[in-house]
């Protein structure tokens, strides 16, 4: 049951994952791993956003997933870290947002979840540069990745894919040279590997 409090975050945001370049689960398809499953990092710098009257601009969140096989049968293990220079109220909103029970494209990732291992919160620092994106969460996770480049430069771009975090938007296909995670049990350790990167809009 989703809550009648409207929202909307914008900014950038980027994912890292163990499949190969590149990553076919935002094409229904099974990931490419040796193991046939997905782990990814996901971390959203939000530039501007609201939830009600609580504004939740200049935070970030960050999320770590294991999925057992194709994205959408579901199963997924999550667990999820707010911007540890939130206020209560904003981890609360934040917590409701990318939790699901708000509504919007959260709420259809949240019917994919499997297993929450946890909500918390961290530092998260994020950076992003020209072809390259990085995140630090806390002793946690690292992570970073760089656009493929394409002819004459340009960025090598995705777009009409059926699923990904930012939909309606060109995915930036990239490469990552880090991605570490350790915390509730889960674990993962790679670099050269499939990353994405975009700009996103949500708003409910």
């Given at each position: 049951?989703?809550?009648?409090?409207k929202?909307n975050?914008?900014?950038?945001?980027?994912?890292?994952?163990?499949?190969?370049?590149?990553?076919p689960?935002?094409?229904l398809r099974?990931?490419?791993?040796?193991?046939g499953?997905?782990?990814?990092l996901?971390?959203?710098?939000?530039e501007?956003?609201?939830?009600?009257?609580?504004?939740?601009?200049g935070?970030?969140?960050?999320?770590?997933?294991?999925a057992?096989?194709l994205?959408?049968?579901?199963?997924?293990?999550?667990?999820?870290?707010l911007?540890?220079?939130?206020s209560?109220?904003q981890q609360?909103?934040?917590?409701?947002?990318?939790?699901?029970?708000?509504?919007?494209?959260?709420?259809?990732?949240?019917?994919?979840?499997?297993?929450?291992l946890?909500?918390?919160?961290?530092?998260?620092?994020?950076?992003?540069d020209?072809?390259?994106?990085?995140?630090?969460?806390?002793?946690?996770?690292?992570?970073?990745?760089?656009?493929?480049?394409?002819?004459?430069?340009?960025?090598?771009?995705?777009?009409?894919n059926?699923?990904?975090?930012?939909?309606?938007?060109?995915a930036?296909?990239?490469?990552?040279?880090?991605?570490?995670?350790n915390d509730?049990?889960?674990?993962?350790?790679f670099?050269?590997?499939?990353g994405?990167?975009?700009?996103?809009s949500?708003?409910v």
């Open positions: 049951m989703t809550t009648a409090t929202w975050l914008s900014g950038t945001y980027f994912e890292s994952c163990d499949c190969e370049i590149a990553c689960c935002i094409f099974p990931p490419n791993t040796e193991k499953d997905c782990n990814v996901i971390t959203w710098n939000i501007n956003g609201s939830f009600g009257d609580t504004d939740v601009s935070l970030k969140v960050a999320m770590a997933t294991h057992p096989g994205m959408i049968d579901g199963n997924w293990k999550v667990a999820l870290y911007d540890e220079n939130a209560e109220s609360a909103a934040l917590g409701q947002i990318f939790g699901g029970q708000a509504g919007g494209v959260f709420e259809i990732f949240a019917g994919f979840i499997g297993e929450i946890g909500v918390g919160t961290a530092s998260i620092e994020y950076s992003a020209g072809k390259n994106r990085s995140v630090k969460v806390g002793n946690i996770a690292e992570a970073a990745i760089e656009g493929i480049e394409g002819l004459d430069g340009a960025d090598v771009t995705i777009s009409g059926p699923l990904g975090v930012s939909l309606g938007v060109p930036i296909v990239a490469t990552s040279t880090v991605n570490r995670f509730h049990g889960m674990s993962w350790d670099s050269g590997k499939n994405y990167y975009s700009d996103f949500y708003e």
